[in-house]
């Protein structure tokens, strides 16, 4: 059974930092691109960051520069380093394992057909 577990997630003030964590068990990383999504009630998920089994790495241009997505393959461990949040940035974060070759534009299209945690919730405050 695959279950992704993440952590990590919290209350801050604009301009301030959290490390969301998700641990994955149950399959390997070498057949997944590994993302995080994020989602706020009534509105349309949107992928925040991705990256493959080859260590490619790509963002949504609203995290460019403030977010940093990192894989330890040893630890089947996916990290998102958040970094000078804003209040935009509130949302119920999840990480997923998609299709291999995914970027973060695939990972609202491919959520569905692999994997994807229960989410830990980040809120910034103004």
């Known amino acids: 059974e695959v279950q992704l577990v993440e952590s990590g997630g919290g209350s801050v003030q604009s301009g301030g930092s959290l490390r969301l964590s998700c641990v994955g068990t149950g399959y390997s990383y070498r057949g997944h691109s590994m993302g995080w999504l994020r989602q706020v009630p009534g509105k349309d998920p949107e992928g925040v960051a991705a990256?493959?089994?080859?260590?490619?790495?790509t963002y949504a241009d609203f995290v460019k520069g403030r977010f940093t997505i990192s894989l330890d393959k040893i630890k089947n461990t996916l990290y998102l380093q958040m970094d000078n949040l804003n209040p935009e940035d509130t949302a119920m974060y999840y990480c997923a394992a998609v299709v291999a070759g995914s970027t973060v534009d695939h990972l609202v299209d491919t959520v569905d057909y692999g994997y994807r945690g229960q989410g830990t919730q980040v809120t910034v405050s103004s």
């Open positions: 990256v493959d089994s080859g260590g490619r790495k």
